[in-house]
């Protein structure tokens, strides 16, 4: 069983920036593959990006390609998702998850309770 808990969420103007962090407890972190995903109210849930159990590959979303950057250490059984350059349509619930296998589906194993992502105009 794996814990997730995100944190680094806030308000932002649009154009700034914020870090997120997952921090994963009770598995190991490193066998699995991450994933960021997003929700609006009223909206489905999104794919953000998503990285493999080593790091060494990565994808993301056409949304914010060139603009977020996903990243984990290992070591410290943490994820994290730069966010640059943000947009007021990036507002959103954000929500890091856990899987065996690499996916952009929301078919995730585990998943944090989310922390809530608002970029003003």
């Known amino acids: 069983q794996v814990q997730l808990v995100e944190s680094g969420g806030g308000l932002v103007q649009a154009g700034g920036s914020l870090r997120l962090s997952c921090a994963a407890s009770?598995?190991?972190?490193?066998?699995?593959?991450m994933g960021w995903f997003r929700q609006d109210p009223g909206k489905e849930r999104e794919f953000v990006a998503v990285?493999?159990?080593?790091?060494?590959?990565?994808d993301y979303a056409d949304s914010v390609k060139g603009r977020f950057t996903i990243s984990r250490d290992n070591a410290e059984n943490t994820l994290y998702l730069q966010m640059n350059n943000l947009k007021p349509e990036d507002t959103a619930v954000y929500y890091c998850?856990?899987?065996?296998?690499?996916?952009?589906?929301?078919?995730?194993?585990?998943w944090g309770r989310g922390t809530q992502v608002t970029v003003s105009s």
């Open positions: 009770g598995g190991t972190f490193r066998r699995y593959v």
């Open positions: 990285i493999t159990a080593s790091g060494g590959t990565t």
């Open positions: 998850a856990a899987n065996r296998l690499f996916t952009t589906r929301d078919k995730y194993q585990y």
